[in-house]
């Protein structure tokens, strides 16, 4: 006679967790990897475009060309450093390491990692 054998998820809660601190262990072995180029990529620009060309133009629509261009520079580096590690290092965990193939093996459904994904 066969037994049945049934298996018993953890709580959701411990599934989206698991995702969320298997990234946050890998973001912050590496954070200096991860965190100085978003940093200074602003500045960099800042000084060679906002320095560097703001001696020629003086205002931008009636304001000061320096805070103009700051505030612009922020906007656009959090746009481009969100939209690269969703794209580049979603495709680097599902192409070469593997990590979501690994992350459903384990007793998570694919609902649980897009969730933990997005925390």
């Given at each position: 006679?066969?037994?049945?054998?049934?298996?018993?998820?953890?709580?959701?809660?411990m599934r989206l967790f698991s995702v969320w601190y298997?990234?946050?262990?890998?973001?912050?072995?590496?954070?200096?990897?991860?965190?100085?180029?978003?940093?200074?990529?602003?500045?960099?620009?800042?000084?060679?475009?906002?320095?560097?060309?703001?001696?020629?133009?003086?205002?931008?629509?009636?304001?000061?060309?320096?805070?103009?261009?700051?505030?612009?520079?922020?906007?656009?580096?959090?746009?481009?450093?969100?939209?690269?590690?969703?794209?580049?290092?979603?495709?680097?965990?599902?192409?070469?390491?593997?990590?979501?193939?690994?992350?459903?093996?384990?007793?998570?459904?694919?609902?649980?990692?897009?969730?933990?994904?997005?925390?």
């Amino acid at each position: 006679m066969k037994s049945k054998t049934t298996i018993v998820k953890p709580p959701i809660y411990m599934r989206l967790f698991s995702v969320w601190y298997r990234h946050m262990r890998v973001y912050t072995k590496n954070l200096v990897a991860n965190g100085l180029p978003p940093f200074l990529e602003p500045l960099i620009f800042l000084v060679a475009i906002g320095l560097g060309l703001g001696r020629y133009i003086t205002e931008m629509k009636g304001m000061p060309y320096l805070p103009f261009l700051a505030t612009g520079i922020l906007v656009t580096t959090a746009m481009f450093t969100a939209s690269f590690e969703c794209t580049y290092g979603t495709f680097i965990r599902l192409e070469f390491d593997k990590a979501y193939d690994g992350m459903i093996s384990a007793p998570i459904t694919v609902k649980d990692l897009f969730v933990g994904e997005i925390l």
